[in-house]
């Protein structure tokens, strides 16, 4: 730090319980923190000591603090949250991760509990919850599928619906499904990959298979959908932003009563014909303002996947800036 104006300052953690919780085994989790904001931190009992360039200590005060909140409401920090943390700091965010720290959602088959990871994940978990039809948009990683799979499994296991149904358009990205082996299902199995993923994970395969035998759970491609009334259902739809207007305007209209939906989608992954325009992109235009309806927008912050993927989804979004940029610079000459 040579040449640099050295600030010190000192955070108290209350107690040296909150203070092990936020440091980590062998102050691994100070040692992220360092590398991040290129500071020094002492860990003296309840203290966190941290020295460095001014708006660094500041920096790394605001995540110690919103730490501090978060372990003391009883929560485990992890690595993610930490890093989520960081970001939110240096994005000029407010942290608030402590808002995260609250009970589980629900108890998986192998025991884990899921609890929103990000302020992103909590707002589409309260949306669901408050709303009739939701759409979950961004990136991938931000656990839009699975946080959905969760959510019809806990009301289902609520007894809040009688039916899951959960749907996904079969358009091919560079792949032609006329050509894969197979009967229908079998084609349009790999499809749906990721919602089996997530049913599996919840209800283990035992409880899931049972499931679709007696007609509690259906996955079927998007057209298995028209002239139904989906009743006590709660329906998800996936890659939504590869359905086609007509496509989606019948999705919307199968809403029957005491039904939920959930629209997932990443408007950067469209993969519909050139001319074919985002059934997606048009229902979030015209639906906007509509009671009952909320629209939940993803970041790359909300990507809870291996950290790499939030560096690469951060990565292709500025050279699709860069590129419009270009573009419009050219139609201006």
């Known amino acids: 730090m040579k040449g640099v104006l050295i600030t010190r300052k000192e955070i108290d953690l209350i107690s040296q319980e909150y203070a092990a919780a936020i440091f980590g085994s062998l102050d691994k989790n100070l040692s992220l923190l360092e590398r991040e ?9 309840s203290l966190a000591v941290v020295s460095g360039d001014e708006a660094a200590v500041e920096a790394t005060g605001k995540v110690l603090k919103e730490l501090l909140k978060f ?4 929560s485990a920090l992890d690595e993610q949250t930490l ?3 960081v970001n939110m700091v240096r994005s000029g965010d407010e942290p608030a991760v402590s808002e995260l720290g609250t009970g589980a959602l629900f108890i998986t088959q192998g025991g884990k509990p899921v609890k929103p990871k990000t302020l992103g994940q909590k707002r589409f978990i309260e949306a669901i919850e408050n709303n009739f ?5 961004g990136p ?6 699975y946080l959905s799979v969760v959510m019809a499994v806990r009301a289902l296991k609520n007894r809040e619906i009688s039916r899951i149904i959960l749907t996904r358009p079969a358009v091919e990205a560079g792949e032609k499904l006329g050509f894969l082996p197979g009967d229908l ?3 349009i199995d790999p499809y749906l990959r990721p919602l089996y993923d997530a049913l599996f994970d919840t209800l283990g395969h035992e409880g899931y298979l049972r499931q679709v035998e007696r007609g509690v759970i259906e996955i079927a491609p998007l057209a298995y959908m028209r002239g139904r009334t989906l009743d006590n259902a709660f329906v998800i739809l996936d890659e939504a932003q590869n359905t086609t207007r007509e496509q989606m305007k019948m999705f919307l209209t ?3 009563a005491g039904s939920k939906m959930v629209i997932n989608g990443d408007v950067t992954q469209i993969d ?4 074919k325009s985002s059934g997606l992109v048009e229902a979030m235009r015209v639906l906007g303002g509509v009671e009952g309806i909320a629209e939940v927008k993803f970041s790359e912050k909300d990507v809870v996947r291996f950290r790499l993927v939030a560096d690469i989804v951060k990565a292709y979004e500025r050279a699709e800036m860069k590129k419009n940029s270009k573009g419009a610079r050219k139609h201006v000459k």
């Open 272 to 275: 519909l014909p050139e001319g």
């Open 37 to 45: 904001f290129l500071v020094d931190i002492a860990g003296r009992g």
């Open 254 to 256: 199968r809403l029957g």
């Open 140 to 145: 991938a990683g931000t656990g839009k599928t």
């Open 133 to 137: 039809v939701v759409f979950g948009v």
């Open 83 to 85: 890093r989520y943390c």
């Open 71 to 74: 372990v003391s409401s009883g």
């Open 185 to 187: 299902q079998t084609k």
